[in-house]
């Protein structure tokens, strides 16, 4: 769970806000669904009919079946809080105050949520804002179990987490596919609202799709399940039984669930759990443009007969839809063959397509169709893996990171360096932070995580980092001990 995430729980209009719980100050999470319709009831033509005396679902036996395997999750963990003198903002010493100075403690946080188990030897999906900061994360199952978490990675920009805990045999759930479910179906959730384990909800997809600010690579499934704090990471059922997402968000004015909760489709929590098992992070395509949503006026001044697309306001250069031919004004009207009905659908769809290979835009431009090929980009990793730090040199520091991708290369015109992903121990302390690129420790350029690994492990009480923050560079000495 990210904690400071929940500093912002409460709101008094409308609001958009994650589902995980701190101690004392809850947050809110949403739900996912992919059901398929009671075997009884018969559908003709667009609308489906129930038989009089049809019978309510069978919610009874889908939690009997799954209940087992879906977890609550327990976190613990510090917060980092500076105590900064107060410096005047003209000041030429202000910025350099602002980022080290002050006397820096460790406040600490704890939190709660949920998560279901998807392989019997241990492996765990749930939100990333529910893990992201914590220290210690303990999963407890249905029987009372308790199981401390090793957690794997965690993707900030998908919000998903994938935890593995020391067990065999352990119960599962089935997962579903959500691009089957429609609007109208029902949807069951199980979770810990508030603590409360194995707390079960239902309602209906209410839309699918759904693009949230801020949030646009998931298309959320929007329901009208009760989700409260701490059902963030809970699974999202269909009537079969199958989880077809996970509980995320919910929109409220009040802070608390008001009808609408928002779950992320699980083939995009399979897709993040794949990587982040196989290969420590989040890969991810890119084109390297700015969208905006058509309506009925640009699209009759582009000439368009149908209200559909994604419109190019700005093209980045150097990116590979630049190299493709991509122009300002352009209308993406289909990738891959696949139509693009509104523009919040194209960085999900492009952040699908692996880095490298090539994909085929149909674009609307001058008043007819044109078809450009493009070689998709990669974005920057938002994942995070996670190790014991036993196993990595970089333990000591506090921090995971990884190395710069091509892309960021190319932006920052940096030969080298490691990306900062998370930060707490003596690096935090230090002042290093989420985002900084270290260039140098000790001396010895560093272009990847074993090198700076190597160099931590032969320092002695202290290590000095080549830090790159913005446009700025200095050195900033930690102490390891």
């Known amino acids: ?22 101690v004392g100050s809850y947050m809110f ?14 559908r003709q033509g667009p609308a489906a009919v129930a038989p009089a005396g049809q019978a309510l679902p069978d919610f009874a036996s889908i939690v009997a079946l799954n209940g087992p395997a879906v977890v609550n999750i327990s976190v613990s963990g510090t917060r980092r809080t500076a105590n900064a003198p107060q410096v005047d903002p003209n000041s030429p010493f202000y910025e ?5 100075g002050g006397q820096q403690s460790e406040t600490p946080v704890q939190g709660q949520g949920s998560g279901f188990i998807v392989s019997s030897d241990g492996v765990v999906l749930t939100n990333a804002h529910v ?64 603590g409360l384990e194995n707390t079960v909800t239902a309602g209906i997809i209410s839309t699918k799709g759904r693009a949230l600010p801020g949030d646009g690579y998931v298309p959320f499934i929007q329901t009208d399940v009760a989700i409260n704090p701490g059902n963030s990471g809970g699974p999202l059922f269909n009537l079969a ?72 306001n700005s093209v980045e250069k150097g990116s590979p839809a630049d190299k493709a031919g991509v122009k300002a004004g ?37 008043g007819k169709a044109r078809s450009l090929t493009v ?32 892309d960021e290369k190319k932006q920052t015109e940096l030969a080298s360096g490691v990306v900062v992903e998370n930060v707490s121990g003596a690096a935090a302390r230090a002042g290093i932070e989420r985002g900084d690129v270290i260039l140098r420790a000790n001396g010895t350029e560093i272009a990847n995580a074993e090198m700076l690994r190597a160099q931590v492990a032969k320092a002695g009480k202290r290590v000095a980092l080549l830090v790159q923050r913005g446009d700025q560079r200095m050195f900033v000495p930690v102490d390891i001990g």
């Open 375 to 406: 070689t998709v980009g990669e974005f920057p990793s938002t994942g995070v893996a996670s190790a014991e730090p036993a196993a990595r040199g970089e333990g000591r520091l506090g921090l995971a990171v990884r190395a710069l991708t091509a």
């Open 241 to 312: 039984g199958e989880v077809i997402g996970i509980n995320s968000q919910i929109y409220s004015r009040s802070g608390g669930y008001q009808g609408l909760s928002f779950a992320i489709p699980i083939e995009t929590a399979r897709r993040v759990e794949e990587q982040l098992i196989s290969t420590g992070k989040v890969s991810r395509g890119r084109l390297g443009v700015a969208i905006q949503e058509l309506n009925a006026s640009l699209a009759e001044s582009f000439g368009l007969d149908k209200v559909q697309g994604a419109l190019v």
């Open 131 to 194: 893990v992201a900061e914590a220290k210690e994360v303990t999963v407890k199952l249905t029987d009372r179990r308790e199981f401390t978490a090793k957690v794997v990675g965690f993707d900030k920009a998908t919000d998903v987490a994938v935890l593995r805990i020391a067990g065999s045999n352990l119960p599962t759930v089935k997962l579903g596919d959500s691009r089957n479910s429609r609007v109208g179906d029902w949807v069951l959730a199980i979770g810990s609202p508030f």
């Open 96 to 100: 350099f105050f602002r980022q080290f």
């Open 29 to 42: 999470s949403a739900v996912h669904a992919q059901p398929t319709p009671p075997a009884a009831v018969t």
């Open 1 to 22: 769970m990210s904690f400071n995430r929940y500093e912002r729980a409460l709101v008094v209009l409308g609001a958009l806000t994650s589902v995980g719980g701190a």
């Open 330 to 366: 352009d209308v993406i009207r289909k990738l891959n063959g696949n139509e693009i009905a509104a523009s919040s659908e194209l960085p999900a769809m492009v952040s699908e397509i692996k880095p490298g290979t090539q994909a085929t835009l149909e674009v609307w431009r001058d």
